[in-house]
């Protein structure tokens, strides 16, 4: 699931916290793969191997090239620090 595009989301369709990372990554012109696991079949199996993964709360949980990024606190971290754009482009999410 998380090779299908260079920015895959898991997240939830009434969590605000994921709407507000969703929308940063709107605002940089990125057009994620967003999985809203309360809307899926198989949602609870996914959110329980995103918490084997180490996600402290399992959304959102950002992957970017296929590798695990990390929730929230991570991504604006990244943002705020400057490093997130780059990633962005290493992806080939984001070409400007």
């Known amino acids: ?5 260079p920015i895959v989301i898991f997240s939830k369709s009434e969590c605000c ?3 507000t990372i969703k929308s940063l990554f709107y605002d ?3 057009n994620p ?3 809203e696991l309360d809307e899926m079949a ?5 959110e329980q191997a ?3 993964l180490g996600c402290s709360q399992t959304v ?4 970017i090239g296929g590798a695990f990024v990390g929730g929230a606190n991570e991504i604006m971290s990244l943002h705020l620090n ?4 780059p990633m962005l482009k290493r992806a080939g999410a984001l070409w400007v």
Do not use: T
């Open 28 to 30: 940089f012109g990125v």
């Open 17 to 19: 916290i994921s709407h």
């Open 50 to 52: 995103l918490s084997r």
């Open 1 to 5: 699931m998380v090779s299908e595009k």
């Open 60 to 63: 959102p949980a950002v992957f």
């Open 82 to 85: 400057r490093s997130l754009k």
């Open 42 to 46: 198989r949602g609870q199996e996914i």
């Open 33 to 35: 793969m967003i999985y």
